[in-house]
């Protein structure tokens, strides 16, 4: 990667390749009168130009989930008769060459019969709107409720009821990388390779083996390596299918690249989310009750985990408090938008926004300060395991510790008084504290679409060097590094003695892939396994060849532990394949791989606080200090855990801050490109002060919880509860996001008619 | 995305460069705004004349009270020429504003003139300069002040078959101060707003207020008003509030996704405000 | 309809023929066959493409080929020295963990190298207004800011 060596999938370069360019809808819905190929087919250089027709019989796009009562929209790879969103595919061409495949996709004549569209969850529920699917008027896909305790009652013994309507607005993952594969055919075999940009190899081969009619085993799907996922590229696509079509029809590789504009119309976004908050408590800010109506934007179809986001932030809408009555209700809403689905955080950060939010807000009611109501309905340490009114049981934590010691770092006490005076001179000073949760490591199995568990293969090569084979699909956490410190403190070897492999189905055994902060915490737990299995192995090799009943494995080593004599792992490892003699109850090789399940997920949380300064004559946030406690479990690699939260955290500000999929209200993205869509920069970026506390998961050997997502989760609703803060002295007490400088500046110039 | 095609020449003197656009050939400078509308398809012209080679059009010198800058000079040319941070610093300085550092090492000062994209950083600065624009054709040359070049929205008063050649500034004497102050749209790195001031102070006294306004309309502008209520001045904190909130005055602002019309206008007021105060501080 | 170019890349003299429309990156990474130079946007916002030309940093998605025509082009791949010694950029990004999925590496790296080329200490601030035309989804800069001050001081 630092030398320009890595092989991502447009790296892929085979004989005789040919490349596909997508034609798509630029109506967000229309019927089709028809569809013209011939120009383009007739394009020198291209080959073949296929349409919905043609490929009638690959299956429809697949939803691992099921929930009572569901609509699910039957999405066909290219579109016969009708389009419901601004990139949904009418026709594939492809071509010699990139250039002539885009060349020729323009020629494609596609007659459009334009129908009017949906923008957004709230303009599919109004009256009279138009329906995305013709068969579902009320464009409702589903209703879901989750009870717990009983919110009623609790709500009629409260001193203090506080509504807000909140919006957890949409944005795009926009990983660097877009998406893209390569497929090749060998008819002779009957068999399919593809190349693939993913984060679920596995489960991508099980799902396009259905949609094209191949036997799962001869369809080898490969990761390469992967320029960033974090969630979008947690589906199989269309153009998966699209590729691998016209590779089989074709008998030569196909490559298709997404570009930007592309991804803005085509790859799953985030959030999406109306939110109806509603939170009782007693006058001493005890909370006893909180509610929720989400209304989700589902978007114009469902991809692999659409419907299960929201019942995700419903599981996350306690927060870190003792609620004990709580009830969600979600209306899953069809808009002629792109889907959405798990983008980094899926669920959670909408969920911890609307708690951290209300939290906010009923201080503000009771005139309390926000760190003591959080202290005040922490959950405490001693109430671990802890089970939550939403079935939920947290593993471990000490949330008033870590959030102290939060306090501590940024000084709070004496920024307040140092906000107090600012205040006086008019400024507009802000601090805002999130105290979040979340969900990692999933998870169990009953509890994830596709399965929880995962899956590692060790082998001690006879040198002994050692290779690991893992379920999950790194592509940017780091786990070769971290896997590779495990084995090498499990077996005593040099770390660069370590190989770990992953990613391809013909390679490695079978296994779930990297989402939901599950990589370390569930992968990284099997291949402990294994290496404990390994350990046993070279225990009864070492208690062989040492000829002794009393050994211990320790530093690499098998020593007899009366005689001191010892043989090291390599040693070992070559007597073991050599095989010589074996020791009784014993086999040749030194191998072993285990599948884990885990018991539960894992529960971390952290407390992060923003200072921030509103230029008054502006609306422009200045970020001062930002400062993040975070309790993820056991740390094995300090530096990559950072780099995680931080990066967690440029999303998160993103969110509060900047990134905002607009679509109008005839459906088009006006945000669909670099030049529209802001994402952090370095510049935009604050100094982040990182540390941490530890309660070690019990729920796995190694301790640890997960980071990939806590970071997202943790900093949107500290910099918007910071913004809030700093305007409360002008009465406001809710702002949505994104918090742009002139949404800002309207609210203070007309609350402040003379500083303007 | 991929441009459609084109026939491209590359001609090494101006001469024949001038001959290929006055047979309708698109001229390719820098081409940091160009070559992405070829991309999005967006612009499709059928000849691209590269002026990239013409050495005869890469120069930054002094003449008679001017500085002399040649349409290639980049804008990093700009930013670190010392003949420019010398003599005429807001040029550079506002040069250094513009996108980022492979932007600024590729995009030319003629290209981007020459292009008139409402929300770019230099004609802020060229307004406040009273910059002349040269513009050459292969059967003529004449010399446009700024103020008469730009006319709209990608808009300028060059004709079928000229170039813009040479952009002329004015050598700063002592007792001018001048700042360019911008308000950035997050995701592009334009501007929503940007300001050039210029001011001289003489004896205690604003003699001499030239401000420039880009990003507010469709068409950067000098907000004479503005400048008017400065001349004579001392340049106290009232003057500048009460001279700065002149700017928008009269000035149609446009609008968009990243700001209304209302906000723009107010923001000009307000970077106008920083960027007197500063252009000020540096009289010294 | 193609023309032909002669270029110099890390070192070695190329000449091809190639249609005037071919953008600079398509022609290193298909053409030459150098990959590490990547594409992530078509508006030259992100500067995955980042290589130098004739020692300017620039983004290679927005130059056509036959603008490189005779110049000296460095990509990733010419960092490192002759003997395979990492440049202090690349040294930097290793050990402060300045990358993760590693798809926007290969352009940080040319435009860290720029900036210290043309400023061998910047402030923090210089850094994070240096790396404008970079964008990176994974790291949140702080990790790359620190890589580009190791790189700074293994310079001094």
Redesign the interface.
């Known amino acids: 990667m630092l030398t320009g060596t890595a092989t991502y999938v447009d790296d892929i370069k085979m004989p005789n390749m040919l490349y596909a360019a997508m034609v798509r809808s630029p109506h967000a819905a229309a019927n089709i009168r028809s569809v013209d190929i011939s120009k383009a087919a007739a394009h020198p250089g291209v080959m073949a130009v296929y349409t919905g027709v043609d490929i009638k019989d690959v299956g429809a796009i697949v939803c691992g989930v099921e929930l009572p009562g569901m609509r699910k929209p039957h999405h066909t790879v290219i579109a016969t008769d009708r389009v419901y969103l601004v990139g949904h595919i009418v026709a594939v061409v492809v071509a010699k060459d990139r250039y002539v495949a885009a060349d020729a996709a323009d020629l494609v004549e596609v007659d459009y019969d334009v129908l009017d569209a949906v923008g957004g969850p709230e303009q599919a529920l109004a009256e009279g709107a138009p329906a995305v699917h013709p068969q579902w008027a009320d464009n409702i896909a589903f209703k879901f409720e989750q009870k717990g305790g009983d919110t009623d009652a609790a709500f009629a013994s409260a001193d203090v009821i506080c509504k807000q309507r909140m919006i957890s607005q949409r944005m795009v993952a926009n990983p660097m990388e877009t998406r893209g594969c390569v497929a090749s055919w060998h008819a002779a075999d009957r068999a399919l390779t593809i190349y693939t940009s993913t984060q679920i190899p596995h489960l991508a081969r099980t799902i396009l083996a259905g949609m094209l009619g191949l036997d799962e085993n001869r369809l080898r799907l490969i990761a390469p390596e992967v320029g960033g996922g974090f969630g979008c590229k947690l589906n199989v696509y269309p153009e998966e299918a699209i590729v691998s079509f016209a590779a089989m029809k074709l008998g030569v590789p196909v490559k298709w690249i997404e570009t930007r504009r592309e991804n803005f119309l085509s790859t799953i976004q985030g959030r999406g989310h109306v939110d109806y908050w509603e939170i009782a408590a007693k006058r001493d800010g005890t909370i006893v009750g909180v509610k929720v109506k989400i209304i989700q934007d589902l978007g114009a179809y469902f991809q692999l985990l659409t419907p299960a986001i929201p019942t995700l932030s419903v599981l996350m809408m306690p927060g870190l408090y003792n609620a004990r009555n709580i009830h969600a209700e979600i209306v899953g809403v069809f808009t002629n938008c792109v889907p959405t689905d798990a983008v980094r955080g899926a669920g959670r950060p909408e969920a911890t926004y609307g708690i951290e939010r209300m939290v906010d807000v009923l201080a503000a009611e009771l005139k309390m300060d926000p760190a003591e109501i959080r202290f005040k309905n922490f959950v405490a340490a001693d109430q671990f395991p802890f089970a939550t009114a939403t079935g939920l049981n947290y593993d471990s934590g000490d949330y008033a510790n870590t959030f102290t010691k939060a306090l501590d770092t940024i000084g709070y006490k004496k920024l307040r008084e140092e906000q107090a005076t600012a205040r006086k001179q008019g400024r507009l000073v802000g601090i805002g504290i999130s105290t979040y949760g979340e969900i990692c490591a999933m998870g169990p199995s009953p509890a994830v679409a596709a399965g929880g568990w995962e899956s590692a293969t060790v082998k001690v090569e006879p040198s002994g060097k050692v290779t690991i084979l893992t379920g999950i699909s790194p592509h940017g956490q780091g786990e070769e590094t971290t896997f590779a410190q495990i084995a090498g403190d499990e077996l005593g070897v040099p770390i660069d003695d370590v190989l770990v492999l992953h990613g391809d189905t013909s390679i490695v055994q079978y296994g779930i892939g990297t989402f939901g902060s599950r990589g370390t915490a569930v992968g990284g737990t099997a291949v402990y396994l294994a290496l404990q299995d390994i350990k046993e192995k070279v225990i009864r090799w070492g208690s062989m060849l040492l000829d002794s009943n009393d050994v211990r494995f320790e530093g690499g080593m098998c020593i007899d532990n009366a005689s001191g004599k010892s043989v090291s792992i390599q040693t070992i490892a070559a007597a073991a394949y050599r095989a010589m003699k074996i020791p009784t109850h014993s086999e040749p090789g030194l191998v072993a791989t285990r599948f884990w399940e885990p018991g539960n997920f894992t529960y971390p949380f952290g407390a992060h606080i923003i200072h921030s300064e509103i230029d008054p004559k502006t609306g422009q946030v200045e970020i001062k200090r930002y400062v993040m406690v975070d309790d993820i479990g056991n740390i094995l690699n300090p530096m990559i855990v950072d780099g995680q939260l931080h990066g967690g955290a440029s999303w998160g500000l993103g969110q509060a801050l900047w990134e905002h999929a607009i679509y109008d209200d005839a459906g088009q993205l006006v945000t669909g490109e670099f030049m529209d869509y802001a994402m952090a920069r370095a510049r935009m970026m604050p100094w982040i002060e990182s540390s941490h506390t530890c309660t070690p998961s019990p729920v796995n050997p190694l301790g640890v919880k997960g980071v990939g997502e806590a970071g997202t989760i943790g900093s949107t609703p500290a910099m918007v509860n910071s913004v809030v803060d700093a305007l409360a002295p002008l009465g406001v007490t809710h702002v949505d996001m994104p918090l742009t400088p002139e949404k800002l500046w309207r609210i203070i110039s007309a609350s402040q008619p003379e500083a303007n | ?8 020449t ?1 001609p090494l003197t101006l001469k024949v460069a001038l001959a290929l656009i006055g047979e309708g050939g698109k001229p ?1 400078a820098g ?2 705004s160009l ?2 509308m ?4 967006m612009a499709a012209p059928e000849h ?1 004349v ?1 002026i ?1 080679r013409i050495a005869e059009l890469n120069y930054i010198r002094e003449a008679g009270g001017e500085l002399h800058i040649g349409a290639n000079a980049t804008h ?1 040319d700009v930013e670190s020429s010392p003949l420019i941070v010398g003599k005429c610093p807001l040029l550079a300085e506002t040069a250094g504003h513009i ?5 600024r ?2 995009g030319t000062l003629g290209g981007s003139v020459a292009h008139a994209d409402p929300s770019a950083d230099y004609p802020a600065a060229l307004q406040a300069l009273e910059a002349k624009i040269v513009l050459t054709s292969a059967t003529s040359q004449r010399t446009v002040a700024v103020g008469d070049f730009f006319i709209d929205t990608f808009t300028t008063s060059l004709e079928p078959g000229e170039l813009v050649t040479e952009v002329i500034v004015p050598v700063e004497a002592g007792l001018t101060g001048t700042s360019y102050q911008k ?1 950035l ?5 334009f501007a929503i707003v940007g300001v050039a001031a210029r001011i001289r102070r003489e004896a205690g006294k604003i003699t001499v207020a030239r401000i420039g306004v880009t990003g507010v309309s469709g068409n950067s502008y000098r907000a004479l008003k503005a400048e008017a209520a400065l001349v004579g001045k001392a340049g106290s904190d009232a003057e500048i509030d009460a001279a700065a909130a002149l700017v928008g005055e009269g000035v149609e602002a446009g609008a968009d ?4 019309a209302e ?1 723009r206008l ?2 000009a007021a ?1 970077y106008a405000e920083r960027a007197i105060r500063v252009a000020l501080s540096r009289t010294a | 309809m193609t023309q032909t170019i002669s270029v110099t890349i890390n070192g070695k003299p190329y000449t091809h023929d190639v249609e005037p429309r071919l953008l600079l990156i398509h022609y290193l990474r298909e053409v030459v066959g150098l990959t590490g130079s990547h594409i992530g946007c078509e508006t030259s916002l992100c500067g995955a493409c980042t290589v130098e030309v004739d020692g300017r940093a620039i983004k290679s998605c927005t130059m056509f080929a036959v603008q490189a025509n005779g110049a000296s082009i460095l990509t990733v791949e010419g960092l490192a020295d002759a003997s395979g010694k990492m440049h202090r950029v690349q040294e930097g990004f290793w050990n402060e963990h300045g990358l993760q999925c590693g798809f926007c590496t290969p352009g940080m790296l040319m435009v860290s190298k720029q900036i210290l080329d043309r400023n061998p200490s910047p402030t923090e601030t210089e850094i994070r207004e240096g790396l404008d035309g970079n964008l990176c989804r994974c790291t949140g800069y702080q990790h790359i800011v620190k890589a580009v001050q190791a790189a700074a001081k293994a310079g001094v």
């Open positions: 995305m991929i441009p459609n095609t084109f026939e491209y590359a390719l081409g940091m070559i992405p070829m991309k999005l398809r691209l590269d990239g990093y996108g980022d550092i492979q932007v090492n590729r308000f749209q997050p995701a592009s790195g996704l990243h700001a209304s906000y107010h923001l307000n």
